[in-house]
C-alpha cells in the first residue's frame, strides 16, 4: 500500500511565498513522475508543474517564473516552491506520483489535497 501524505499548505499574503511537501511511505520501487495539481470549486483540476524521473520539468503558463518544483528522490518527496503568490493561486492543491511497484507494474496516487489562501 502507498500513500502520499501532503504538508505546508496555509494562508499567505500576496507576494509572498509557501512551500509545499508531499512524502511517499509504503512499497515503492521508483517514483516516476511527480505533478502538482489544483482545484478550485466549480472548476476542473489543473496541472501545476510536473518533473519526471530524470528531472524534467514543465510548469502551467500561470505559474512559470515564480513556482518551482523539485523531488528528493532518496526521501520520496516532492517539493513545490510557491513564490509571489497572487490571490487568483488560491487553491486545493494535491501531489500526484506515477509510482513503479515492481519490474512489472506502475499505478497512480493522489495526496489527500491541502489548502492554499492568498489574500489580496
Known amino acids: 500500500q502507498v500513500e502520499l501524505v501532503e504538508s505546508g499548505g496555509g494562508l499567505v499574503e500576496a507576494g509572498g511565498s509557501l512551500r509545499l511537501s508531499c512524502a511517499a511511505s509504503?512499497?515503492?520501487?521508483?517514483?516516476?513522475?511527480w505533478a502538482w495539481y489544483r482545484q478550485t470549486p466549480g472548476k476542473q483540476r489543473e496541472s501545476v508543474a510536473t518533473v519526471t524521473g530524470g528531472g524534467t520539468t514543465n510548469y502551467a503558463d500561470s505559474v512559470t517564473g515564480r513556482f518551482t518544483i523539485s523531488r528528493d528522490n532518496a526521501k520520496n518527496t516532492v517539493y513545490l516552491q510557491m513564490n509571489k503568490l497572487k490571490p487568483e493561486d488560491t487553491a486545493v492543491y494535491y501531489c500526484n506520483a506515477n509510482i513503479r511497484l515492481n519490474f512489472k507494474s506502475s499505478s497512480d496516487y493522489w495526496g489527500q489535497g491541502t489548502q492554499v489562501t492568498v489574500s489580496s
Open positions: 509504503g512499497s515503492i520501487w521508483w517514483i516516476n513522475t
